[in-house]
């Protein structure tokens, strides 16, 4: 895909990024990390934390993950106060340098503030454009950026002003906390494409998450969603909301339910984890197969094999090892290194797979390379058939909002019908769920109508939210 605020050619695998905000808690940035570590499956790229100590602003940034950026106890001391926001990114606009990593921090006329975002704007190219013929100097090449330069050349007097004069002109998916000295504010964009979930931490305090995980992590209790356009301002007298945009129907985004969040969070008062079993019911019923065994393709896999294999009444056996030493292998960087990673991530377990016709339960098929090799490392092991059932709908599109999917040439179903894909990965059948079952597991009727209340547009097309830079053209 073309990264459309630098206008390089990216070929970045597929992530995110997690936010958190803590308000009103001793020792808000020792919170903001245990968020962040329970929230790395979000980004493993990079990560930092800014928090204000009632005097000034106090911020560490590293590449790598969460315990190693914060594993310094002398760190962790240097950032004190009782508010604080972190940030883990995966780059979707904006390469892996130091100087992109978030929150991103700044002066203004007003006093200073600091910004973190989940999510990816679709317009950041335009905007830049128009933004530096204005003589605005960009420290990075995150889309994030664009928030800040909108803000400090607001015409508002008050900064809540200007961040919502700032949130009417980028169009795209965020979730954004952002740090003053006087409060902490979460935005949600209109769609609320990306999660963001806010809760009480003991003795008063608040916290704003990408999922429900980050607040168990630290015992803090589950308050609400950040509402779709709702803008939250949390500061020593308790929480207030604006709404500054029209309302509109939201679009969550399907795929945090089908495999980037974590499966003990609940999002959009879903719990993630039912939600996959249940979509893994729905596949056995739509696609189901005479075998002798269920195996999931760990991680994201396993609970809708769970489903599917209680729906078909096939046992479910572990019949792939994950080593858990390595982490998700969409990150790696090349093919190459991708290849070896799948191998270095999942052995089989022949005696479960020995003489047997196997059914492997995934989530998803991106490039391939995940399927490829567990296919054949499950015939190796003296499977007698193997079959391939996938808990979404054929990846088709790439994303422009916040999950950094190869471009469409990369994509295995893009490319290939379902039978070539069968083919491509040497399986004796492949099926994937159907759009009305994906919807009945989420607990609605079916994708109703050419409008889905979900976004899906990765499987539909059906894109939501205008791609106004899309392919590096800035289509005004
Ligand atoms: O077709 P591919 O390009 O190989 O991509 C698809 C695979 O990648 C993901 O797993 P990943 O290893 O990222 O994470 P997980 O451990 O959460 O399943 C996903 O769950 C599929 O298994
Ligand atoms: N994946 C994300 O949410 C990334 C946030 C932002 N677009 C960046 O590239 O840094
Ligand atoms: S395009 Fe796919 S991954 Fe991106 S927000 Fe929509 S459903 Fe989620
Ligand atoms: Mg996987």
């Given at each position: 895909m073309m990264n459309p605020a630098t206008l390089e050619p990216s070929n970045r695998p597929y992530e995110e990024c997690g936010v958190v905000g803590i308000w009103g808690a001793p020792d808000a940035a020792a919170l903001a990390a245990l968020g962040l570590h329970a929230l790395q499956h979000r980004g493993q790229e990079a990560a930092g934390i800014v928090s204000h100590d009632g005097e000034k602003f106090c911020q560490h940034k590293g590449l790598g993950l969460v315990g190693d950026v914060f594993s310094d106890a002398r760190v962790m001391n240097t950032l004190a106060g009782s508010g604080a926001i972190g940030h883990n990114r995966y780059a979707t606009?904006?390469?892996?340098l130091l100087r992109n990593v978030q929150p991103l921090y700044a002066d203004f006329e007003f006093g200073g503030l600091a910004v973190a975002h989940n999510g990816n704007l679709t317009n950041a190219a335009t905007l830049r454009q128009a933004l530096v013929k204005r003589g605005c100097l960009f420290?990075?090449?995150?889309?994030?950026?664009v928030f800040v330069h909108l803000i400090a050349i607001s015409?508002?007097?008050t900064v809540l002003e200007r961040l919502v004069d700032a949130a009417k002109q980028v169009k795209g998916a965020y979730s954004v906390v952002a740090l003053t000295p006087d409060f902490l504010i979460g935005l949600r964009d209109p769609l609320g494409v990306r999660p963001l979930i806010l809760g009480r931490v003991a003795d008063g305090g608040w916290m704003l998450a990408s999922e429900t995980c980050a607040l168990d992590i630290v015992g803090a209790e589950f308050v609400r969603n950040v509402e779709p356009g709702e803008m939250v301002i949390i500061d020593n007298d308790g929480i207030r909301s604006m709404r500054p945009f029209a309302q509109t129907s939201p679009r969550f985004c399907v795929f945090e339910y089908i495999y980037?969040?974590?499966?003990?969070s609940i999002l959009e008062d879903h719990s993630v984890y039912e939600a996959r079993k249940q979509i893994g019911v729905e596949l056995a019923r739509e696609s189901g197969v005479e075998a002798d065994v269920i195996v999931p393709v760990p991680d994201s896999g396993v609970p809708s094999a769970m489903g599917f294999a209680a729906e078909s009444g096939i046992p479910f056996e572990m019949g792939i090892i994950r080593?858990?030493?390595?982490?998700?292998?969409?990150?790696?960087?090349t093919d190459q290194i991708r290849n070896l990673g799948v191998r270095m991530k999942h052995s089989a377990n022949t005696p479960v797979l020995q003489g047997k016709r196997v059914v492997l339960v995934d989530d998803s098929i991106v490039r391939g390379t995940t399927s490829r090799k567990i296919v054949d490392m499950v015939r190796a092991a003296g499977a007698t058939e193997v079959h391939m059932r996938i808990?979404?709908?054929?990846?088709k599109h790439p994303c422009f909002y916040g999950i950094d999917t190869p471009e469409e040439s990369q994509l295995l179903a893009a490319t290939h019908s379902i039978e070539k894909m069968a083919e491509a990965i040497g399986v004796d059948s492949l099926a994937f769920i159907s759009f009305d079952g994906l919807y009945r597991a989420l607990?609605?009727?079916?994708?109703?109508?050419?409008?889905?209340?979900?976004?899906d547009a990765c499987f539909?097309?059906?894109?939501?939210?205008?791609?106004?830079d899309k392919d590096g053209r800035l289509v005004a």
């Open positions: 606009t904006g390469g892996t420290q990075s090449t995150t889309d994030t950026e015409l508002y007097a980037f969040a974590r499966p003990d080593n858990h030493y390595v982490g998700r292998t969409f990150i790696e960087p808990s979404s709908p054929p990846t607990g609605h009727d079916g994708r109703t109508g050419a409008q889905g209340r979900y976004c539909t097309g059906d894109y939501p939210i205008e791609l106004v």
